[in-house]
């Protein structure tokens, strides 16, 4: 059969897509007629073919209309590179190798971009003739082609590196067997650009560790130490990030070596390049979490602290000088307001931390030095005082406008420190707190918002001390001092008061309760001010100071400061304005801390929850009737704050509830497909199950098989909060509405049964949840349970025993005794499972639950007689034994 001929681009279609790239990368072309157009031509087979074309062999037309067609064409492949015809692919990989070598820099870089994209899509394997390409091109003496290919192989080991560590049939080695020797040998390279990326491409690797790396790591140590000295700052960089990784993944490697890496790092600290200096400086904190040889680090702390407070204070080009001029009269731009994320509801002990919301600004040398000493601070203590407290003096003790960002770093070293030189500092507390308090008032903006932080982070230690006059005194002037900044002009100053007085509100809780009317007045007075970004802020701050004092804040005279200003904002907002997250989450907490007291405000904030809800699954489908664009966020936030109205109100909340559709409402949101929606949604079901149980009846069993589903294991790994919050659900249900449940136990229980298998990464908080919800099914149907029993007992058992005391292990526990009355037998293999998580109460404060556990210990007593007894009891540890000897056995 003849050979299918080579495929040749059409003079018309060249011309016309040609045509068309160039107005595409004009600035004032109809981006979007363009755009349709080029959708237009990717509907034929061929598209990518004739961009490979245009990109490969263009010689006539520009470097960027070439550079625009393998841009286009790399986009696409993305996507499509699996559905082209084989022939096509052929073609398209043909005409990219040559191009390795070209002449000019931008089209061999896209090249190196576009090969990669190929890999990732059809692997090495798929691609034999590329490997040996390269090698070519790494050994052809020629700096185009080498740099080239160099290029290409860094994307490649920068998106899939652990490709080039796998077996390729017909290789009788792996590539990086074949390409780290070269790499390692351009370490030597006359070239920057290629001693950069072969660099660059090894540390891709350092984390993964082949084995072809590891029996280089001599000769790797070797070009690194020579490299340290290069004339490139991004080599000198790049060395930086080699040292640090290895610190964290193969530290033992660097032990013969530390001495000189520190001392090599300390230099590189210092380096006039600021990314050379920030990279160097994650070594620090990187080493102290290794732990590698701290011994040998404490002889260089004193060297160490002095680079990384001359460093802490502010570059003349930061960022933040800028900033820190504008006032509160200023309107925020819409890039000043960070992207905000709403953390759904979640019922367990697995705390969720909130990370400071730095994420979102710009990490820099100033920061990681703080970072730095903060971690150092933490490892070796108060051994650092003595080299740190005389430069921080020095520098506290400098006047004159000039060096005000020397006083500045001081005041931030002394923050970074709070926590791990806690015990060295605490006797001088007061002097301190003296010292920074009126710092408050400095003339300079970011001294006044870094003395806000700072004492922030003494703010666990201020409220201890209130137990004396002088300490409450102190825990008071710290308190006015940031409630005054509150109402600072400039913005800087502000969202650091806010933010310092927020952590203030979380320790001192109701220490707060005498002071609450000054508080609610200047949080109000700030609320009226505050420009959009920073009222953020003030919404979290009185959020945090409603879960701080909580019903205290029920009385007439602070809900007519608080409330007014809050509901006319919520008046003014639409329903499809983002600002109103922020506000829904601080009624939340309101509506929590005020209990049945927020019912006079309830109804108008139920029915905009519904509305909100409603409007958004209508968007979802169709935003033109809806009116507005779908964000799941407005679901999840109005799901939560019915869910903080349901806390708050109790039994109240049926009179709003009764004659609403809120139940298919919630029964939608159930089955969602973003697993937020279903978190917030099945946190609700459990507060509405507590509270009005036959409100949700016509939907119960539609409602507790859904929730089961989120348990079966393939839902798991993708979203664990979903399943901890449903299980939840299902046991509060399950004592509220006892036998009706009973259709569907079996079918809940073999969901559960899974979870409490031992497993790594499963959460604590399901486990427990998982525990606790199988023994209030348990309770409630005990005879449907108990003859399946002996299949999950031990490991129920198990998980059992590592809940706290609480009203939830209670019910769980009533569920074992409910059983194991029903049926005796089915625990006797399994008995010292049943003493070790009975031993694991410190107390049952509950008098017939401790009763039913005395039964059912000697109801086995009496049934094992003597010798099996005593066997039982030997296999339990003394402080078990100890434990049961409550029970009178």
């Avoid at 990989?93 to 890999?119: F, Q």
């Avoid at 070797?222 to 990784?245: I, M, N, P, W, Y």
């Avoid at 660097?254 to 600290?269: D, S």
């Avoid at 509060?732 to 509405?737: Q, R």
Wanted: aromatic fraction near 8%; charge should be negative; charged fraction near 20%.
């Amino acid at each position: 059969m003849a050979a299918q001929p080579a495929w040749q681009p059409k003079e018309e279609g060249l011309r016309e897509i040609c045509t068309l790239l160039e107005q595409h990368i004009s600035p004032t072309s109809d981006k979007s007629r363009i755009w349709q157009q080029l959708q237009h031509y990717s509907q034929f087979p061929d598209f990518n073919n004739y961009l490979a074309f245009i990109f490969a062999r263009a010689e006539g037309k520009s470097v960027e209309i070439r550079q625009a067609a393998g841009l286009l064409l790399k986009n696409n492949l993305r996507s499509a590179f699996k559905s082209l015809d084989p022939t096509y692919q052929q073609y398209i990989k043909k005409e990219l190798l040559p191009c390795l070598g070209a002449a000019d820099r931008h089209i061999r870089s896209t090249v190196g971009t576009i090969i990669s994209v190929v890999v990732q899509q059809g692997r090495i394997s798929g691609w034999p003739e590329l490997l040996q390409g390269l090698v070519q091109c790494l050994d052809s003496n020629d700096p185009n082609h080498m740099e080239g290919a160099m290029d290409a192989l860094s994307k490649i080991c920068e998106d899939i590196p652990q490709e080039l560590d796998m077996d390729i049939p017909g290789l009788g080695e792996r590539p990086i067997d074949v390409f780290l020797p070269r790499f390692l040998q351009f370490f030597q390279s006359p070239h920057a650009s290629l001693r950069k990326l072969s660099l660059g491409s090894i540390n891709q690797f350092i984390m993964l560790m082949p084995a072809a790396l590891y029996r280089s790591m001599d000769k790797f140590l070797q070009g690194l130490f020579v490299l340290a000295h290069d004339s490139v700052a991004e080599v000198r960089k790049l060395v930086c990030a080699a040292f640090v990784q290895l610190t964290e993944v193969q530290p033992s490697v660097l032990e013969p070596h530390l001495r000189n890496i520190t001392e090599f790092m300390l230099q590189a600290n210092k380096d006039s390049d600021d990314e050379v200096a920030l990279e160097a400086c994650e070594f620090w904190s990187t080493y102290c979490e290794a732990q590698v040889n701290l011994e040998l680090l404490r002889e260089f702390l004193e060297r160490i602290i002095l680079i990384l407070l001359t460093n802490m204070a502010y570059a003349d080009d930061d960022e933040s000088l800028i900033e820190a001029e504008e006032d509160d009269s200023l309107p925020d731009r819409e890039q000043d307001l960070k992207p905000r994320f709403h953390t759904s509801r979640f019922h367990g002990s697995d705390e969720v931390t909130d990370d400071d919301d730095d994420s979102f600004n710009v990490w820099n040398l100033r920061k990681c030095s703080a970072a730095s000493l903060d971690v150092i601070s933490n490892v070796y203590g108060d051994d650092i005082l003595p080299a740190l407290m005389p430069l921080v003096q020095a520098k506290l003790s400098m006047s004159g406008d000039e060096n005000w960002k020397e006083r500045e770093a001081a005041v931030l070293a002394l923050g970074a420190i709070a926590e791990g030189c806690i015990r060295g500092l605490y006797p001088h507390l007061s002097e301190m707190v003296e010292f920074l308090v009126p710092l408050l008032d400095d003339k300079f903006p970011l001294i006044r918002s870094i003395t806000c932080w700072t004492l922030s982070r003494f703010s666990k230690f201020i409220v201890q001390g209130i137990g004396n006059q002088k300490g409450l005194e102190q825990f008071t002037k710290v308190l006015m001092g940031l409630l005054q900044r509150l109402l600072d002009t400039n913005k800087r100053v502000q969202e650091a008061a806010c933010s310092a007085f927020a952590t203030l509100e979380e320790e001192a809780a109701d220490v707060l309760v005498p002071h609450l009317e000054t508080i609610l007045q200047h949080l109000m007075c700030a609320f009226g001010r505050y420009q959009r970004r920073n009222l953020r802020i003030v919404y979290d701050a009185i959020g945090t100071l409603a879960d701080a004092v909580g019903e205290e804040l029920n009385r007439p005279g602070y809900l007519d400061i608080l409330m007014p200003p809050l509901i006319s904002k919520w008046q003014q907002l639409s329903n499809s304005d983002k600002d109103l997250f922020p506000l829904l989450e601080c009624f939340t907490s309101i509506a929590q801390a005020l209990g049945t007291g927020f019912s006079q405000f309830a109804e108008p904030v139920f029915q905009r929850c519904m509305i909100i809800i409603q409007s958004q699954q209508l968007a979802k489908v169709d935003p033109a009737s809806a009116g507005v664009q779908y964000d799941k966020e407005f679901i999840v936030c109005s799901l939560d704050l019915l869910s903080g109205l349901t806390e708050g109100l109790g039994s109240m909340i049926e009179n709003l509830v009764a004659q609403s559709n809120l139940r298919d409402l919630l029964l939608q949101c159930c089955m969602d497909d973003a697993p937020d929606i279903r978190q917030s949604a099945f946190a609700l079901l459990g507060d509405l199950a507590r509270v009005c149980p036959q409100y949700l009846h016509p939907r119960l069993s539609e409602l507790v098989t859904i929730a089961a589903k989120q348990l079966e294991t393939t839902q798991l790994i993708e979203s664990i909060s979903v399943a901890n919050n449903a299980c939840w659900a299902i046991g509060e249900l399950a004592v509220k509405v006892r036998q009706e449940i009973s259709p569907i136990v079996m079918n809940v229980i073999s969901c559960i049964v899974p979870i409490l298998q031992p497993a790594e990464s499963l959460h604590r908080s399901l486990v427990e949840n998982g525990a606790i919800t199988l023994g209030r099914l348990a309770w409630v149907c005990p005879e449907i349970v108990s003859p399946h029993m002996e299949h999950f007992i031990q490991q129920w058992c198990i998980a059992l025993s590592m809940i706290r005391d609480d009203i939830e292990k209670e019910d769980a526990f009533r569920g074992l005794c409910a059983i194991v009355r029903a049926n005796p037998s089915g625990a006797l293999s399994s008995l010292v499972y049943v003493g070790k998580s009975i031993a694991s109460w410190n107390v049952i404060r509950s008098q017939d639950l401790h009763d039913e556990v005395c039964q059912v210990l000697h109801g086995y007593k009496q049934m094992l007689r003597d010798e099996s007894w005593e066997q039982f009891l030997s296999a339990l540890e003394p402080s078990e034994k100890e434990k049961l000897a409550k029970y009178q056995i």
